[in-house]
């Protein structure tokens, strides 16, 4: 089963910051917070994932709090483009490094308006 | 740009007609993985390949079957097709090497969705 809670839907103006919460209250040491989305009819996208630390790349930011008990993606500036299912999803870090299955659960329908 | 391609995107097939769906990558990934996904529902992960090895979901029915040839390609046998099997079919692959230097990050096709009739 998903291991994390996220809103059912959520919207946005364009041009605006999304910001996507995640709860993984039962998150454990060895195991990271991805962030995946999915536009309508198109296969799951790669966003960013982390273990404890903030991080950042060109399509968003990732804020983890400090118990690691949840995050929060950040869109910085929304386009219409941007609408789409984001699935947060806690993955478990194996032995030698490699990394579990990914288990998606219901995920957060962003809606982003002009 | 190097991808993972499925053909065909739309597949129509009948009740209990055999169905095979193909999944291509250029990215020389050495795992690749076959999801599930119902309408209005999150992808769920049929089984994927670790190199040559397979390794099943403990809840996939017998009636999906997986071939891997090569590193390229890899297929999804559909035996028995029922109504309940309409949905879309994604196709992802990952670099997983089993090291710290691994990035396991899945980079999914465009799916394939399937209705039976």
């Known amino acids: 089963d998903a291991k994390t809670t996220q809103p059912t839907s959520m919207d946005c103006a364009e041009g605006r910051a999304a910001n996507l919460p995640c709860n993984h209250s039962?998150?454990?040491?060895?195991?990271?917070v991805y962030w995946y989305r999915q536009i309508h009819s198109q296969g799951p996208q790669y966003i960013i994932h982390?273990?404890?630390n903030n991080e950042t790349n060109e399509m968003a930011s990732l804020i983890i709090t400090e118990d690691r008990k949840s995050s929060t993606l950040i869109l910085p500036h929304a386009t219409l483009r941007d609408t789409a299912v984001y699935y947060c999803?806690?993955?478990?870090?194996?032995?030698?490094?490699?990394?579990?299955?990914?288990?998606f659960g219901k995920g957060t329908k962003l809606s982003v308006k002009p | 740009d190097a991808m993972v391609i499925q053909n065909p995107r739309y597949q129509v097939t009948q009740f209990g007609k055999p169905v095979t769906l193909s999944c291509s990558q250029t990215?020389?990934?050495?795992?690749m993985y076959w999801y599930q996904q119902k309408s209005s529902q999150a992808p769920k992960l049929l089984f994927h390949?670790?190199?040559?090895?397979?390794?099943n979901e403990a809840d996939t029915p017998d009636n999906f079957q997986s071939r891997r040839p090569n590193t390229s390609f890899c297929f999804l046998d559909i035996r028995s097709p029922g109504l309940g099997d309409a949905a879309m079919y994604l196709c992802?692959?990952?670099?997983?090497?089993?090291?710290?230097?691994?990035?396991?990050?899945?980079?999914f096709g465009p799916g394939t969705r399937l209705t039976v009739l």
């Open positions: 390949y670790y190199d040559k090895d397979f390794n």
């Open positions: 992802a692959t990952s670099r997983t090497t089993g090291t710290s230097a691994s990035t396991d990050t899945q980079y």
């Open positions: 999803i806690v993955r478990l870090r194996l032995p030698g490094g490699s990394q579990g299955n990914l288990i």
């Open positions: 039962t998150i454990s040491g060895n195991e990271y």
């Open positions: 990215l020389n990934h050495n795992v």
């Open positions: 982390g273990l404890k």
